[in-house]
């Protein structure tokens, strides 16, 4: 029974949950789920649509998990591929050769071609060369063609196609202006949809008359088609006077090239506008095929098989990532009192207060009563209680350390459990764990995909002498985690993308369990 683990238990619990939502996200899995061929008759199946097939399949791809969707659909359909180009991030091939993960690259006698580039995420020569070939292979299909398009997260950068009158440095500049002053990936791929050519609809239009089948691994909080990877096959209901606004609010307007300015404001009635306004979609098919939705369904699988009673909290979770750790503690604070509490139901003032800020902090009274039932379950059940989450969180960087968004969450959290810890409040004799991790397996510029602590671990950081509040004030997450055995959680790049998820682990157990 999990609530009798001891807290390595409980800890490896954490990672294998983490591990087994990143398994169902990963390509060969997803896309097996969507696509299905038929040899004997040559039908291609994707959800609900049959396409016939007959050596007229193209392949075009953009994004941090396009090498494994691309070796995925070379497997389903490699006798009928005719031709592909796929642009991944610097040095993908050579990563996944080094972590054995073979099933990630295509092999030598492939028609697909992999280009690289975009390094940091950015646009750049590359990418915009790769965009080239691209555009070149879509824009040469008919009617008879099926052309399939793998996208996921970092695609904009992958597929940089400035419209002719904008040159790749101004895009590049614009890029870096709109990065400095924190725009949203909601924001920067607004502008991006209306001054590059492939973006918000414009691949889809350039492969017309070829049927289009979109393959979309979502790494944008609620899964909007039209923001991820800018959209390339999704109809773009956005204007170009929302970009010049936009440029305002964001007070960069002065500092926009001019060629970016000249080019929003011919778009206006622009006969290419309207052309795409006027487009008739029918010909494409879009797929979300993997999401954070579908990793935190199955990590809840997972700890239920575990033992554990689950709950998912929260798949849309934003905000900065430190105000995020404390938010965790204050919810396992609320889980103990709950758990403690003589009636369930009832209503003392620390539950009160507690839940009074965990709202503030953005989480819906709806969930917070859900949670309360999850808790009552375990509490009647014996059973432990498992809380995920999922999303993406900000990180606003004033220090020079290393780190990345989930470490400096996890690090904020197990400062305000020590706290909690320390001034003795309802968390004694709880096992609790708290995991952040990022799906892709990379967290920020650092070799690790997230940490997990434990009370074990706060107890380790003080007989280290370590004040754990200065690495955090100096964004310094990655070296404090990385002086601990266990408290990192490294997969190597995982080669999915579906943002971040967190889990919190507690277990009411006797302290000589522990
Ligand atoms: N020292 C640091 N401490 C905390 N966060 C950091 C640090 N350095 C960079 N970051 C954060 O790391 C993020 C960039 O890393 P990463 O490449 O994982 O994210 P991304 O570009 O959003 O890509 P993805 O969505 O695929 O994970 C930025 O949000 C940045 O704020
Ligand atoms: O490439 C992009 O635009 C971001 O990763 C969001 O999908």
């Not at 040899?39 to 016939?52: F, G, M, P, Q, S």
């Not at 099933?103 to 940091?120: F, H, P, Q, R």
């Not at 997972?302 to 938010?327: C, F, M, P, R, W």
Request: hydrophobic letters at 40%; glycine letters at 8%.
């Amino acid at each position: 029974m999990a609530n009798t683990q001891t807290n390595t238990a409980t800890h490896k619990h954490a990672t294998q949950m983490f591990d087994s939502a990143v398994s169902a996200v990963l390509p060969q899995h997803m896309i097996s789920e969507h696509v299905q061929f038929e040899a004997e008759n040559n039908i291609l199946t994707v959800d609900d649509r049959e396409y016939k097939v007959n050596k007229n399949v193209y392949v075009v791809g953009f994004g941090k998990a396009v090498c494994g969707m691309a070796r995925a659909v070379d497997n389903i359909l490699r006798n009928h591929i005719q031709a592909g180009i796929i642009s991944v991030p610097i040095g993908s091939v050579a990563s996944f050769k080094k972590a054995g993960k073979s099933e990630m690259i295509l092999t030598s006698d492939t028609k697909i071609n992999v280009l690289e580039g975009a390094k940091n995420n950015l646009p750049d020569d590359n990418s915009h060369q790769s965009a080239k070939a691209i555009h070149q292979l879509v824009s040469s299909l008919t009617a008879k063609d099926i052309l399939l398009v793998l996208i996921s997260g970092g695609g904009s950068a992958l597929l940089s196609s400035p419209s002719s009158s904008i040159s790749l440095e101004d895009e590049m500049k614009l890029t870096q202006i709109l990065s400095r002053r924190a725009a949203t990936i909601q924001q920067l791929n607004l502008v991006r949809k209306n001054i590059e050519i492939l973006k918000g609809g414009g691949l889809a239009i350039e492969a017309h008359p070829a049927k289009v089948i979109s393959l979309i691994l979502s790494d944008v909080i609620g899964d909007p088609l039209d923001t991820i990877a800018s959209g390339p096959t999704v109809p773009d209901p956005s204007t170009p006077k929302q970009c010049i606004n936009l440029f305002e609010e964001l007070k960069v307007l002065d500092h926009v090239p001019s060629s970016v300015i000249e080019h929003l404001q011919a778009l206006v009635n622009s006969p290419e506008k309207q052309a795409s306004e006027q487009h008739d979609w029918s010909h494409v098919q879009n797929v979300i095929v993997g999401s954070n939705t579908k990793a935190a369904l199955r990590a809840a699988k997972e700890a239920t098989d575990l033992g554990y009673v689950s709950y998912i909290l929260s798949t849309t979770l934003d905000g900065e990532a430190k105000e995020i750790g404390s938010l965790f503690v204050q919810l396992t604070e609320y889980i103990c009192l709950v758990y403690k509490s003589k009636h369930y139901g009832e209503r003392i003032p620390a539950l009160v207060e507690l839940e009074f800020e965990i709202i503030k902090k953005g989480i819906e009274k709806s969930s917070i009563n859900e949670l309360i039932k999850a808790i009552e379950m375990s509490r009647n059940s014996g059973l432990g209680l498992c809380v995920i989450s999922g999303g993406e969180t900000t990180v606003k960087i004033k220090g020079s350390g290393k780190g990345g968004r989930n470490q400096e969450m996890v690090l904020s959290s197990a400062i305000a459990y020590g706290k909690s810890l320390s001034s003795n409040r309802n968390l004694e004799h709880f096992n609790v764990h708290f995991l952040s991790a990022g799906t892709d397996g990379q967290d920020g510029p650092t070799e690790a995909a997230g940490a997990v602590i434990s009370a074990e671990f706060i107890k380790q950081a003080e007989d280290k002498g370590l004040d754990l509040q200065e690495y955090l004030d100096n964004n310094d997450s990655n070296t404090l985690f990385s002086m601990f055995t266990n408290a990192l959680v490294e997969t190597g790049f995982t080669g999915t993308n579906v943002m971040d998820l967190q889990i919190l682990l507690v277990n009411f157990t006797q302290l000589n369990n522990q």
